[in-house]
């Protein structure tokens, strides 16, 4: 069964509006979750990592100040995409990953898909 | 530097061919993490395998295999006797350091291969 759950699944939204997407660890917690944007028929670019109770960091050319991602507990972490432009409009996905475990993956989200109008 | 190249980026078979994906990755550290994903039209990432730096064991697993060269720095993924469910995207990844089995460590992807499986 899926051990990250990401919800919505999709959301249309109109252009200059936030969007929160949420990303929780279901039967582990997470200490660090990483964010990726993909867009059409392109690879997965790691936007920022979160890590539990400190701030995240974000790669290069990601505006920490439109992408707002808080990791405020051991299972949850929350992006918000703010005053949303349809150059946003992407696939989103989560992933979360556990000190303790040694021989797990890192388990993904089913994904967010965004479009802005 | 960090990279994981997937030259191929469309295949297409006849099902029941077989089918090998190729993957070459760059890393400067000694202990890393390979993984392949597959991503169906649906978008969700499946985790298929996880390799770490010191196991060049080869591994199958039913219909997949994986061959892990180290001397060429390629990870290569075969499908043998293709089927139609297996298309879908292919995305090979590098997760480097030592955070417990790439567990806590970020993953650079190749830019994927679109396998497609005409019946």
């Not at chain 1, 349809?86 to 556990?98: K, L, Q, R, T």
Request: aromatic share 12%; charged share 20%.
């Amino acid at each position: 069964g899926a051990v990250v759950s990401q919800h919505p699944s999709w959301v249309i939204c109109k252009s200059g509006t936030s969007v929160k997407i949420e990303c929780r660890s279901l039967d582990f917690q997470a200490t660090t979750m990483f964010w990726y944007r993909q867009f059409p028929k392109q690879s997965l670019m790691l936007m920022a990592t979160s890590n539990e109770g400190s701030k995240a960091t974000y790669e290069q050319g990601v505006e920490k100040d439109k992408f707002l991602i808080n990791h405020a507990s051991l299972t949850l972490s929350t992006l918000t995409v703010t005053s949303a432009h349809p150059e946003d409009s992407s696939f989103y996905i989560c992933s979360a990953g556990f000190q303790g475990r040694r021989n797990s993956p890192l388990h993904f989200g089913n994904g967010t898909r965004l479009t802005v109008t | 530097a960090q990279k994981v190249t997937q030259a191929q980026t469309e295949i297409s078979v006849v099902e029941k061919e077989d089918v090998t994906l190729d993957c070459v990755y760059e890393t400067r550290d000694t202990t890393y993490y390979l993984f392949w994903y597959k991503q169906p039209p649906s978008g969700e990432l499946v985790f298929l395998i996880r390799r770490n730096s010191f196991d060049e064991q080869n591994e199958i697993s039913g219909r997949y295999s994986w061959n892990f060269q180290k001397s060429t720095s390629s990870f290569n993924f075969t499908i043998t006797a293709s089927q139609v469910v297996d298309s879908a995207v292919y995305f090979c990844a590098l997760s480097e350091g030592r955070g417990y089995g790439g567990a806590t460590n970020k993953l650079i992807f190749g830019t994927g291969t679109l396998l497609a499986v005409q019946p």
